[in-house]
């Protein structure tokens, strides 16, 4: 018996949390690291089950189903919320007898690997999506010169017959001319799509930082998404935004950021009664700030704080890769900015400030 109560009493010396349950779950002691970690006290857990403290249902299922079956160890991955803080936890169940039957429970905290390993992934997808990227501007180059040519013969064409009604006397002059119009601002728009499709397709993560006007960077960036959000039916409210204020940035990345936020917003919003996004630009000093709101109801302060971890989605299951906000948060912080949720504003509302004078820097 003393024995194993000195092998009970060695677990006081490891580095990691350890816990001893009775087989009706209940907790009967634990090591100092653990009252550490989950920062209790021993009078508070002793004698209470094991949900008082974990009420994972994963968990509470997978402990449920080691005790029933004939395993002597077993072990899980777990996330969960301590002190407003997700922290990744390996639970290691060990039966074991010591005046009666006990199950011992080892909790490493695995944050560090976890996130280590998520990294490797984010780069990993990362290298994956701009080799897709890389494809795909070539593929777009070739589109765009294979569009271009017959739209620059549609536009010629369109010109001289605009010129030729103008200068004749015709009965049908106006309702000429207005079709005629309609062909010229179609085929400007195409030009406009092919623009920023372009711009967008490329890998600007090496372009140097370049003085940019901002309202020419968000209108290019609209381009490519305003027709899907009139298809959706949402307003797209454009703050006034200075025509002389401009920025030293990666102007294709800005624009990745612009249209990643806009496409969460849209996704966030279909199925609302009141539905609008909500674009502004400050110049707050130091920095420009961009706002971007719309018409859902606030992201949950629990959950702020993960949005830009890599795979963490509010989308549902095949919806979502999870990594959009954590690729512009790289990308915002390689311009020397923040992004963050404004939890002071009734609707939901994202905003990343981005340093001035970043021009120098290449």
């Given at each position: 018996?003393?024995?194993n109560l ?49 009420d994972s ?5 997978f ?56 990294e ?18 070539e ?31 015709s ?7 207005r ?9 400007q ?41 009139k ?15 401009t ?37 707050i ?6 706002s ?24 549902e ?20 900015g ?25």
């Amino acid at each position: 018996m003393n024995k194993n109560l000195d092998s009970l009493n060695a677990l006081q010396y490891l580095p990691i949390s350890a816990t001893w349950l009775d087989h009706q779950l209940n907790f009967q002691g634990g090591n100092a690291q653990f009252f550490s970690t989950f920062n209790l006290k021993e009078e508070q857990i002793i004698g209470t089950h094991f949900t008082s403290l974990f009420d994972s249902y994963a968990l509470i299922s997978f402990i449920n189903d080691f005790v029933q079956n004939k395993l002597a160890h077993s072990e899980i991955n777990q996330s969960l919320q301590i002190n407003n803080k997700l922290i990744h936890f390996k639970f290691l169940f060990q039966k074991y007898e010591s005046n009666g039957d006990k199950i011992v429970v080892c909790i490493e905290d695995i944050s560090s690997l976890v996130e280590k390993n998520q990294e490797l992934e984010v780069l990993r997808t990362k290298s994956m999506q701009s080799s897709r990227m890389a494809i795909l501007g070539e593929l777009t180059s070739g589109i765009a010169h294979e569009i271009n040519n017959p739209l620059t013969i549609i536009l010629n064409h369109a010109e001289k017959l605009r010129n030729h009604f103008l200068s004749t006397d015709s009965s049908n002059q106006e309702d000429s001319i207005r079709r005629i119009d309609k062909i010229l601002n179609t085929s400007q728009r195409i030009e406009k799509i092919v623009k920023s499709l372009r711009m967008f397709t490329r890998d600007g993560s090496k372009d140097p930082f370049k003085n940019t006007s901002i309202s020419s960077l968000i209108n290019e960036s609209l381009e490519i998404c305003s027709e899907t959000l009139k298809y959706h039916q949402i307003q797209l409210i454009i703050d006034s935004i200075d025509p002389a204020l401009t920025i030293d940035c990666r102007s294709t990345q800005i624009s990745q950021i612009i249209l990643n936020l806009i496409g969460n917003s849209k996704d966030a919003i279909l199925n609302l009664d009141e539905k609008w996004i909500k674009i502004e630009v400050a110049d707050i000093g130091e920095c420009v700030r961009f706002s971007l709101t719309d018409s859902g109801n606030g992201i949950p302060k629990a959950i702020a704080n993960q949005l830009t971890e890599a795979f963490f989605t509010t989308k549902e299951a095949g919806s979502g890769t999870g990594l959009g906000l954590s690729i512009s948060k790289t990308i915002i912080d390689s311009h020397f900015g923040q992004l963050f949720v404004d939890h002071d504003c009734l609707n939901t509302k994202f905003v990343f400030d981005i340093p001035k004078g970043l021009s120098e820097i290449t």
